[in-house]
Antibody, heavy 123, light 107 residues
Framework: QVQLVQSGAEVKKPGASLKVSCKASGYSFTSYYLHWVRQAPGQGLEWMGIINPSGGSTSYAQKFQGRVTVTRDTSTSTVYMELSSLRSEDTAVYYC????????????????WGQGTLVTVSS | DIQMTQSPSSLSASVGDRVTITCRASQSISSYLNWYQQKPGKAPKLLIYAASSLQSGVPSRFSGSESGTEFTLTISSLQPEDFATYYCQQSYSPPPTFGPGTKLEIK
């Protein structure tokens, strides 16, 4: 069965960097795009970026440009999201989620999600 | 970016009730609208895609419809496991954007 398993909760200090992993299994890793979506406490869902595991190409939300980097390791079917210059507003649950198509293709939906990784940014 | 709004922001209902949640887009998104259910401490779950198509494994009491830029999620007869927060999401134009959510609570 399809699974996206994320790394565990993290506590970071302001100004630090964060790296969260998402290990995919149960399907062909390079056949689906993987995204990062975050949810601040009690808030809604916010899309951060996408990676094509096949070629490694990425695209990021303008809000996170310059601060987020998404990479992948095809040998372990794992995607990583690195967020730098952390501030308290980055405290959130970070989810990875997959889509069958790139976001430039209309109609794609997030059909499987990871369990989420709680990141707390606090001094 | 396309802005999504939802109404109501919260809703109290009883088991067996018929419930309707509305989502609106700031511009035309054709039928590229998805609905997700999220329970506390869990990841969102895809319920409806392309405005009205039921995701595999989702009970048939869930349905979606559209009228112009207004989209509706209907639960025909609420079950105890349906109390959750519901989000709409447009997949018409990048970046994908979500509505603010509708929290469905037990009356």
């Amino acid at each position: 069965q399809v699974q996206l398993v994320q790394s565990g909760a993290e506590v970071k200090k302001p100004g630090a960097s964060l790296k969260v992993s998402c290990k995919a299994s149960g399907y062909s890793f390079t056949s689906y795009y993987l995204h990062w979506v975050r949810q601040a406490p009690g808030q809604g869902l916010e899309w951060m970026g996408i990676i094509n595991p096949s070629g490694g190409s990425t695209s990021y939300a303008q809000k996170f440009q310059g601060r987020v980097t998404v990479t992948r390791d095809t040998s372990t079917s794992t995607v990583y999201m690195e967020l730098s210059s952390l501030r308290s507003e980055d405290t959130a649950v970070y989810y990875c989620a997959r889509t069958p198509e790139d976001i430039t293709v209309a109609g794609t939906d997030f059909d499987y999600w990871g369990q989420g990784t709680l990141v707390t940014v606090s001094s | 970016d396309i802005q999504m709004t939802q109404s109501p922001s919260s809703l109290s209902a009883s088991v067996g009730d018929r419930v309707t949640i509305t989502c609106r887009a700031s511009q035309s998104i054709s039928s590229y609208l998805n609905w997700y259910q999220q329970k506390p401490g869990k990841a969102p779950k895809l319920l409806i895609y392309a405005a009205s198509s039921l995701q595999s494994g989702v009970p048939s009491r869930f349905s979606g419809s559209e009228s112009g830029t207004e989209f509706t999620l209907t639960i025909s007869s609420l079950q105890p496991e349906d109390f959750a927060t519901y989000y709409c999401q447009q997949s018409y134009s990048p970046p994908p954007t979500f509505g603010p959510g509708t929290k469905l609570e037990i009356k």
